[in-house]
């Protein structure tokens, strides 16, 4: 059991063994924190969190947090992490997403106003739905379909949101929002349907990269360890309204095909798909409020993070 014995924070990581909270939980560990991941492993996996065996920093409870979550422990954050979150994770299990963004996010918030932790909830673009105004700043209310297949993500999302800022306003606990932007990286699975896996793993194997729709459509990728410092200076700071943490380099999809074709060398041609229902059009955050809030903007440019992502890949392309 985590007690407050000396002055390092006890940090809660839902979906700590998911591909944004496995590196979250790094950079914790890396900042003093000890850290207790729990994940049903829906989506995640253990093979983001086996270099943690024996860490006495850190212990993995497998644990739905959409249900009660006892902990013992004393806590000082909970980062609320846990959510299927790529299209075709969140139709292929609609229902355990809505339950939880809604029933997990009452759950985590329940745990740090039970053990007055700092809260911090995972929140997405998705909440911009196909945006009307562009870039999406954080005062955009959005522009969501809630009976659509995304629906079940993005309205959960939205309502953990208004849970979120109910508990910061009602029980006065210390919350943070993020709404995360596209970001990629080493850890994404190869075959969770996301752009970046997708198209690295096709061009690594020599298949066609499957551009759905024309391709105009845009998104703006953000490397994982940018993403993972802005969430950090966010727990840290005393900022309660929501932040967008994104890179704002947008490119179309069909650009995006054609990058990874130049950098891995591959004979990949590309092959047009039926565009999916609601897909956002355009996607590109604005950063003023990070940038002047945090102090932050990202740091790794396209090619670096890329072609790291490309060798993280290069191996396990069966
Ligand atoms: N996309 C694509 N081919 C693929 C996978 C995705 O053209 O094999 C498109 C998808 O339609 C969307 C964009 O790439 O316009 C980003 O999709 P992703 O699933 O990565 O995340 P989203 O930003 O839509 O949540």
């Not at 924190?33 to 995640?44: P, W």
């Not at 990728?221 to 950090?232: N, Q």
């Not at 999809?253 to 891995?264: D, H, L, R, V």
């Amino acid at each position: 059991m985590f007690t407050r014995s000396d002055s390092r924070p006890i940090t809660v990581v839902t979906g700590g063994a998911g591909f944004l909270g496995s590196h979250l939980t790094d950079r914790l560990l890396s900042e003093g924190h000890r850290v207790i991941g729990l994940d049903n492993l829906i989506t995640g996996s253990v093979a983001n969190i086996e270099h943690l065996a024996g860490n006495e920093n850190y212990k993995f409870i497998r644990q739905d947090v959409s249900n009660y979550i006892f902990l013992p422990d004393d806590v000082d954050f909970v980062f609320h992490f846990a959510s299927p979150a790529s299209p075709i994770d969140y139709l292929e299990h609609p229902i355990p997403t809505l339950k939880v963004g809604a029933l997990g996010t009452h759950n985590t918030l329940g745990l740090a106003k039970a053990k007055k932790a700092t809260f911090l909830l995972a929140s997405t673009s998705e909440c911009y739905g196909d945006p009307l105004v562009h870039p999406q700043r954080e005062d955009y209310w959005g522009n969501v379909n809630p009976i659509g297949p995304r629906g079940v993500y993005d309205e959960a999302k939205r309502f953990a949101e208004a849970m979120t800022m109910a508990y910061h306003r009602y029980h006065h606990v210390d919350t943070k929002i993020v709404r995360i932007f596209n970001t990629y990286g080493p850890r994404m699975r190869l075959k969770d349907g996301r752009v970046v896996p997708a198209f690295i793993g096709q061009a690594l194997k020599g298949e066609p990269l499957t551009i759905f729709g024309d391709g105009s459509q845009t998104r703006s990728f953000c490397y994982v360890s940018d993403l993972i410092d802005g969430i950090f200076r966010l727990a840290m700071s005393d900022f309660h309204e929501p932040v967008n943490i994104g890179n704002p380099r947008e490119m179309t999809i069909k650009q995006f095909a054609e990058q990874i074709q130049s950098i891995t060398g591959t004979s990949s041609q590309i092959e047009y798909r039926p565009l999916p229902v609601d897909d956002p059009k355009v996607r590109q955050p604005d950063i003023t409020r990070a940038r002047t809030v945090l102090g932050w903007e990202p740091k790794v440019d396209f090619d670096t993070g890329i072609r790291q992502t490309i060798e993280y890949f290069r191996p396990r392309v069966g």
